[in-house]
Structures are given as structure tokens and as C-alpha cells.
């Protein structure tokens, strides 16, 4: 009688199972993985929004001069009508204009300003798509109704809703209303708390201004924001 010889290998389904093991794995992984790109996408662009409002008013400060930081959407345009585009020509969320001195300052984009854009994050979106309710020490005055496709609830002396705050040179937010190439009324202290609201379709997060000039990031957590 011939030994036994102790089979060797693998079996061709042996090694397909193995293969699909090793491809759901894959997908899993990738999936997680663009997820995680995702989400960490969207809490950059909640912070460069911050860090603009912080820029804003450290510049206004440092230089003197009003500064006043822009928020839009596509073809969104300053208050003279002015579509807000950044040094090189292209659109911006974020425009950050250094208008000059108080007794010059007019509120609207004119030839050889100095702007700085902060440029858009890839799936990124203002508004919210979770939250149901505005954070709570957000002070803007216009109204917050999911999915608050604008993205903002800064709003000027009336009550209208605003893409725009100025940072007077001591560094305080304060509202305006435009008037035909002036700033027409500006606002006093307390006047220029807002937030910005930022999604990726899965998470939210909100960038608020206090009427004193600080700002915070808070993010979504299934039913509340986080403080």
C-alpha cells in the first residue's frame, strides 16, 4: 500500500475565498478612509474661517484700518455689486478687504485694495444638514431655518441678512448698512456677532463671532452642539 502524502497548496476556491476576504476588507478600508478625509476636510474649512475672522481683526488692529471679511457663495458680490473674487481672479468663500482708514473707508471692494481669499474645501457647503437648531451663543439677528443654505446669520441694522462683518481698527465686529458707495450707518459694539454654518452633507460644524471679536468652532454631536 502506497503512504499517504499530506496534501500541499491550496484549492482554487480556497484562494477566491480568500481573495474576496481580502477585497471586502479593502472596500471597507477605503470607504473609512474617505470618510475620515471627508470629515477632517470639512473641520479645515470650519477652522479657516475662523482663523479669517482672527486675521480680520488682528489686521484691523495692526494697520488701523477697517477690515471687512466677506462670506458667499458663487457670484455673490460685495454691497456696490461687486462679485467677490480673490487677487488671482477667482472665487472665494472667504474675502478678507482691507478698506482703509475709518475717515476713507466705503465699504465695497475698489482697484488696488489689498484682498485675501480663502479658498474653498472639496466637498464642502455652507449650511447644515444635521443640525436643527443655531448654536446657542450665536447673536446673529437673521433668522436660522435648516438647512440655512446661506450659511449665515450675520445680519445689518434692519435685520436683513448680510454676507459680510466689519472689524473696526480697535478690533470690534460691528454691522453696517451700505448706502451707495459709503458704508452709510455702521453699528456700534454688539452689533456684529454672527456664525457661519458649514457642512459636508454628514457633519456640521458652526464658526461663531462674539460681538467682542472672538470666535469658536462647534461642532454637531448628533443632537446638540458641542460647546
Not at 50 to 71: C, K, M, P, Y
Not at 108 to 120: H, K, L, S
Not at 152 to 172: E, Q, Y
Request: net charge negative; charged share 15%; aromatic share 8%.
Amino acid at each position: 500500500m502506497r503512504p499517504h502524502r499530506e496534501r500541499l497548496g491550496f484549492t482554487l476556491i480556497e484562494i477566491m475565498v480568500v481573495v474576496g476576504i481580502i477585497a471586502v476588507l479593502a472596500a471597507l478600508t477605503t470607504l473609512q478612509m474617505g470618510e475620515w478625509f471627508a470629515n477632517q476636510r470639512v473641520k479645515a474649512a470650519a477652522r479657516s474661517a475662523a482663523d479669517a475672522f482672527q486675521l480680520a481683526r488682528s489686521e484691523a488692529i495692526r494697520t488701523g484700518s477697517n477690515h471687512i471679511v466677506f462670506f458667499a457663495s458663487p457670484g455673490d458680490t460685495d454691497p456696490a455689486g461687486t462679485v467677490l473674487l480673490d487677487a488671482h481672479g477667482s472665487w472665494v468663500p472667504i474675502l478678507i478687504l482691507n478698506d482703509g482708514p475709518p475717515t476713507t473707508a466705503n465699504c465695497q471692494i475698489d482697484g488696488g485694495e489689498a484682498t485675501r481669499g480663502i479658498p474653498p474645501g472639496s466637498d464642502v457647503e455652507w449650511g447644515v444638514s444635521k443640525a436643527t437648531v443655531k448654536v446657542p451663543d450665536d447673536t446673529g439677528r437673521a433668522p436660522f431655518s435648516p438647512p440655512q443654505a446661506s450659511g449665515r446669520t450675520f445680519a445689518d441694522l434692519s435685520n436683513n441678512a448680510v454676507n459680510w462683518v466689519l472689524f473696526r481698527p480697535d478690533g470690534i465686529p460691528v454691522s453696517f448698512t451700505f448706502a451707495g458707495g459709503t458704508c452709510g450707518q455702521i453699528a456700534g459694539t454688539g452689533s456684529g456677532g454672527g456664525a457661519l454654518y458649514i457642512t459636508n452633507g454628514e457633519r456640521d460644524y458652526a464658526v461663531v463671532l462674539s460681538p467682542l471679536g472672538s470666535a469658536r468652532v462647534h461642532l454637531w454631536s448628533g443632537n446638540a452642539w458641542s460647546s
